[in-house]
Antibody, heavy 117, light 110 residues
Framework: QVQLVESGGDLVKPGGSLRLSCTSS????????MSWVRQAPGKGLQWISY????????NYAESVKGRFTISRDNAQNSVYLQMTNLRVEDTGVYYC??????????WGQGTLVTVSA | QSVLTQPPSVSGAPGQRVTISCSGS????????IHWYQHVPGAAPKLLIY???QRPSGVPDRFSGSKSGTSASLAISGLQSEDEADYYC???????????FGGGTKLTVL
């Protein structure tokens, strides 16, 4: 079954850290770029970061640059998002996406991150 | 504030046809491909239309996309209750930055 499953979301205090994981199945993970996209409460979708198939190309949205780090382990068919110095405005559902032809073409169900004192 | 502008909401009765617009500029929609996503709250978003007007396998032909100049549109014909969702237009990666999403449109089936 072709799918992405995110995990690691939690309630964390401002300034705290969290590591999200996304595990894939059913397709050749190492062939694809992967991204993280989030949705703040009541808001739309916002791209956060992408990583190329071999980890050679990585980029971040300005709002998370310097605080978030994306990585992947092709042997484990997984992509990760290390989040540090979390802010209240980082609250939201975080989705992992598979990017085919430079567009998200498969999404996970998401994992909820809540940053609150 | 996204560079892609969508109406906040649209509505239609079962069986009707609705369109959702996505407005941009010469530097984005006019020169790049537009993709559309359907997001039922609580579920995984789904790619509905790619490269302006292509449907992934499994997407009913009730859904169609078009693009002209600096605007794109998603049309849904024969509205069904299960079409009630949020719909997003998007630009794909540009080799430097990641995807850009419109603000989203909530479709209500009356």
């Amino acid at each position: 079954q072709v799918q992405l499953v995110e995990s690691g979301g939690d309630l964390v205090k401002p300034g705290g850290s969290l590591r999200l994981s996304c595990t894939s199945s059913g397709f050749s993970f190492s062939d694809y770029y992967m991204s993280w996209v989030r949705q703040a409460p009541g808001k739309g979708l916002q791209w956060i970061s992408y990583i190329s198939s071999s980890s050679s190309y990585i980029n971040y949205a300005e709002s998370v640059k310097g605080r978030f780090t994306i990585s992947r382990d092709n042997a484990q068919n997984s992509v990760y998002l290390q989040m540090t110095n979390l802010r209240v405005e980082d609250t939201g559902v975080y989705y992992c996406t598979r990017d085919g032809d430079y567009r998200p073409d498969l999404w996970g169900q998401g994992t909820l991150v809540t940053v609150s004192a | 504030q996204s560079v892609l502008t969508q109406p906040p909401s649209v509505s239609g009765a079962p069986g009707q046809r609705v369109t959702i617009s996505c407005s941009g500029s010469d530097s984005n929609i006019a020169s790049k491909s537009i993709h559309w996503y359907q997001h039922v709250p609580g579920a995984a978003p789904k790619l509905l239309i790619y490269t302006n007007n292509q449907r992934p396998s499994g997407v009913p032909d009730r859904f169609s996309g078009s693009k002209s100049g600096t605007s794109a549109s998603l049309a849904i014909s024969g509205l069904q209750s299960e079409d009630e969702a949020d719909y997003y237009c998007a630009l794909g990666h540009d080799g430097l930055n990641g995807p850009v999403f419109g603000g989203g449109t909530k479709l209500t089936v009356l």
